[in-house]
């Protein structure tokens, strides 16, 4: 069964049930179905076919899932793209993808049109009912994370691997069929997608979604729905409204998207009774892969939880597992991993091997089967629940007149959890770096600060040491 049919089981079973409530709309199953069935037959009419990207372009929005679900019924790929990336960042990833078509909301309209491929309103893109031709086996989405390279790698899950998902967070969650939850999320990320929105309507449940993340209204929708998903400085602006102090109604369970999660905010919210569920995975995983469960949420604070029902977990160094309570590189397998990068069989050869995907993180497993995450290979940063990968940021330092060697590495801070820092040696003016960013990289990325240094730290073979570069910040 493709996972429209998830829809249509809703619809069968529950027709007037709302099924989606966004920004004060409600569609319910049966309506919500018809939207998703004329929308694929708009896809068809306008060419595209099976296997062919349909990029969305826009902040979160009822019409996202509509057409997953409509690329779903006919074999197509969604492409979400990443609202808060450059002009030419963007252009990279549509170059790359090379969509059929774009459907965009009000807001990016022009930016849309500016794309140079056909581009429709969301709502606008409907036609006759499409004729249901795709395969649970088919991807389903293509969705860009920047890599250790530097240069966006396009991950392709297949609709098996959002199966998988989402049993997985029906039981880490305990999600019910009569359950509301909350996502206010950007859907450019497989977390804003796939942690609770499309596990819930798996099971005929009803999706709140927000436009964007505003503290006041996500504190206000709290007490109105069963379970939430957060990031770090999501939940920090949420904690520090006066709402959370109050009645929380019916709320069960917050998960968090993140590895590393201040002690605080397990306290605030676990003094309400409600646990607070660590997730692990990545993109690449869809992505659920380790997590917490709310009966083991208050005592084992601090863990990225046990391995998930449809998936094994290996912790490798250099090509053996290792042993309880040793730290080892996280290896993947199961149906909720990714099939490949998009058209780039290098560095699918090096992620996946023999069915494992390498994740790059470290983390220890204790007695009791809960892992503990350690450290990042990759040494992405973190910030805002935001990936940057600093390979992205020196690739551009490096060009600027005067620069002799670079490496940016992550600062702690008490708001984002972590912030960019580049360390620079050569002849260079802090300023001219920064505005060498402007217009190439997302706000979000550029350095908060500019450490010049004579020489940066190397090992014996040569390679800058990251974790010295760290003691120069």
Known sequence: MTID??????????????????????????????????CAGGLVER??????????????????FILLFACARIGAILTPLNWRLSKGEIAEVVASCAPKLTVHDAHYASAAASLGIPNYLAGALRGKNAEAN???????????????????????????????????????????????????????????LNILPTPTFSIGGTVVLHERFVPEHMAAELPKVAHA????????????????????????????????????LFQAVHERGIPLLQIYGATETCPLAIYQIAKNAFDSVGSIGRAGS????????????????????????????????????????????NGWFRTGDVATCDEDGFYWFTDRIKHVIISGGENIYPAEIERILRQVPGVVEVS?????????????????????DKGKLLES??????RFKHPKDVVIVDALPRNAMGKIVAEEVRKLI
């Open 310 to 353: 449809r998936c094994q977990i290996r912790l490798m160094q250099e090509g053996v597992e290792v042993g309880t309570g040793d730290p080892g590189e996280i290896w993947i397998n199961g149906e909720n991993t990714l099939r490949e990068y998009w058209r780039d069989p290098d560095e699918s050869a090096k992620a996946i091997q």
């Open 408 to 428: 940016v590495v992550g600062r702690a801070d008490p708001k984002w959890g972590e912030v960019p820092v580049a360390v620079v040696s050569g002849s260079v």
């Open 47 to 64: 060419g595209v076919d099976r296997g062919d990207r349909v990029a969305w372009y826009g902040l979160n929005h009822s019409e996202v």
């Open 134 to 192: 795709g395969a649970e086996t088919d991807p389903i989405l293509l969705v860009y994370t920047s890599g250790s390279t530097g240069r966006p790698k396009g991950v392709v899950l297949t609709q098996t691997a959002l199966i998988a998902n989402a049993q997985m967070s029906v039981e880490a969650h305990g999600l019910k069929s009569d359950d509301k939850v909350l996502n206010v999320l950007p859907l450019f990320h497989v977390g804003g």
């Open 5 to 38: 049919g998830w829809i249509a089981d809703g619809a069968a079973r529950h027709p007037d049930k709302p099924a989606l409530i966004f920004e004060g709309d409600t569609l319910n199953y049966s309506d919500f179905l018809d939207e998703i069935t004329t």
């Open 437 to 442: 960013l402007e217009g190439r990289l997302a």
């Open 229 to 264: 998903i957060t990031v770090p400085t999501v939940l920090q602006a949420v904690l520090k409204s006066g709402i959370w102090a109050g009645d929380i109604g019916a709320l069960r369970t917050l998960s968090i998207g993140s590895t590393d999660v201040p002690l605080e």
